[in-house]
């Protein structure tokens, strides 16, 4: 729905009121919340604010690095994740590595390139569970 909007890199001190009255500029909000540690009480440094429409969502994401707190944040859709990092349909997507059909050692179909978040060792995992894909595409 777009209403839902991550906000990132925030200072400790940072409350959940101090978020909701920074971000109700751009619209109403049904909810903000800053993240904490269950044992601790302690901030994790990022929160989530639910706006009623997305249009207001979308405005406030419009500046991805407002300040709050006196602190330089981010901001952006929480239901987009991180950018760039979404497979094209009918691709396997585990965590920031995509698994593309035919990508395979073996595959009569193309190479493709290797994602930009290539770890050395992790290929090792992703044949061992290109079985478990291979089943579930059957």
């Given at each position: 729905t777009y209403?839902?909007?991550?906000?990132?890199?925030?200072?400790w001190e940072t409350k959940s009121e101090t978020l909701r009255r920074h971000l109700e500029q751009f619209?109403?909000?049904?909810?903000?919340?800053?993240?904490?540690?269950?044992?601790?009480?302690?901030?994790k440094g990022y929160g989530f604010v639910t706006f009623r429409d997305p249009e207001s969502a979308r405005r406030a994401c419009s500046d991805p690095s407002p300040v709050i707190d006196g602190r330089r944040a981010n901001c952006n859709f929480a239901s987009l994740g991180?950018?760039?990092?979404?497979?094209?349909?009918?691709?396997?997507?585990?965590?920031?590595?995509?698994?593309?059909r035919g990508s395979y050692v073996g595959s009569a179909a193309p190479q493709q390139s290797v994602p930009?978040?290539?770890?050395?060792?992790?290929?090792?995992?992703?044949?061992?569970?290109?079985?478990?894909?291979?089943?579930?595409?059957?």
């Amino acid at each position: 729905t777009y209403t839902k909007v991550f906000v990132g890199a925030l200072a400790w001190e940072t409350k959940s009121e101090t978020l909701r009255r920074h971000l109700e500029q751009f619209g109403e909000i049904l909810e903000a919340v800053v993240i904490a540690d269950k044992k601790t009480g302690r901030s994790k440094g990022y929160g989530f604010v639910t706006f009623r429409d997305p249009e207001s969502a979308r405005r406030a994401c419009s500046d991805p690095s407002p300040v709050i707190d006196g602190r330089r944040a981010n901001c952006n859709f929480a239901s987009l994740g991180r950018l760039g990092t979404f497979p094209s349909v009918g691709d396997l997507y585990i965590g920031a590595v995509s698994i593309l059909r035919g990508s395979y050692v073996g595959s009569a179909a193309p190479q493709q390139s290797v994602p930009f978040s290539y770890r050395e060792g992790l290929p090792y995992l992703l044949y061992s569970l290109f079985w478990l894909w291979s089943i579930a595409s059957v």
